[in-house]
C-alpha cells in the first residue's frame, strides 16, 4: 500500500503524511529543506509541523539558534493511534452521561420546521417508508391513485406493510372519481368523496408531524414539512371536509 495513503487513513493530512516521508528521509532537518523536499509551500510546512509536533509524530531541537526537526519512531504514530481511541471513548462516556439532559432540553426547545425534498419513483419510495416508520395514520386529500400507479409491485407491498403496522389510511377523493374508484380490498382502508376537493396533479399525505405535498408530474416530486404546527393545521382541515365528506 501507498505509505502516504497508509498515514492519511491514520488521520494525517495530506501534506501531514508528505512531510512526515520526507523527514524519514532526512532525518535531522530545517524547514527549508523539507520545503524542497517535500514540494510543499514554506508556510505550509510550518503549520504541518506545528500539527504533526502536537501529536507527537515530529520532534524539534534548537542548534545555533536553528531549528532542526526530525521524525519519531513509526512506532508512535500507533501510539497516536491508540491515545486518539481511548480519548474517544472517554468523550463517548461522557456524552452518554449528560445524553438524558440533551434529550430534555431537545423537547423543551422551540419545535424546528425542517424541509424535505423527494425526487423520483425513489423518492417517492423514501416517503411511503417513512410512512410505515412514524406508525401514525394516514390522512390523504388530492390526486390518489397515482402512487399505486406509479409504485407498481411496491404499491402492493407497501399497502401490506401499513395494515401490518396497524395503520389506518383515510383518504378523500373528489366526487367524480366515485365512478371509477371500486371499493378497495386493503383493511384499515377509509374513503369518503367530496365535490370540494380540487381533482389536481398534487396530493396531500398528513402523517404524525409531517406534511408532505406530492406533485406527480413526470418526475414526481414531494415536499415534506416536519412540524408539529403545520401537521397540526392540515389535520383540522382535513377532518372538517371528512365530517362534510359521503362515503
Known sequence: MDPKLALQEADLTGNEAKIYLALLE?????????????????????????????KGIVSY????????????????????????ENAIKEQKKLINQIMPELKIKRQLSKEPQEATIYKGKKGIKSLAEDVIRTKQNLQVYGAEGEFMKLMGPYGQLWQ???IKENITLKIIYNEKRRKLRSKSHYSKYKRRFNSTIEDTPATTWIYGNKTAIIVWSEQPIATVIR???????????????WANSKE
Not at 524542497?36 to 505550509?44: D, L, M, P, Q, V
Open 26 to 54: 532526512l532525518g535531522s532537518a530545517l524547514a527549508g529543506e523539507i520545503t524542497k523536499k517535500s514540494g510543499i509551500n514554506r508556510t505550509n510546512v510550518y503549520d504541518a509541523l506545528d500539527r504533526l509536533i502536537e
Open 61 to 84: 531541537v534548537i542548534t545555533a539558534n536553528r531549528k532542526y526537526f526530525e521524525a519519531t519512531n513509526p512506532e508512535r504514530i500507533i501510539s497516536y493511534l491508540e491515545e486518539k
Open 227 to 241: 412540524s408539529k404546527d403545520v401537521a397540526y393545521s392540515y389535520k383540522q382541515f382535513f377532518d372538517i371536509i
Open 160 to 162: 401490506k406493510k401499513r
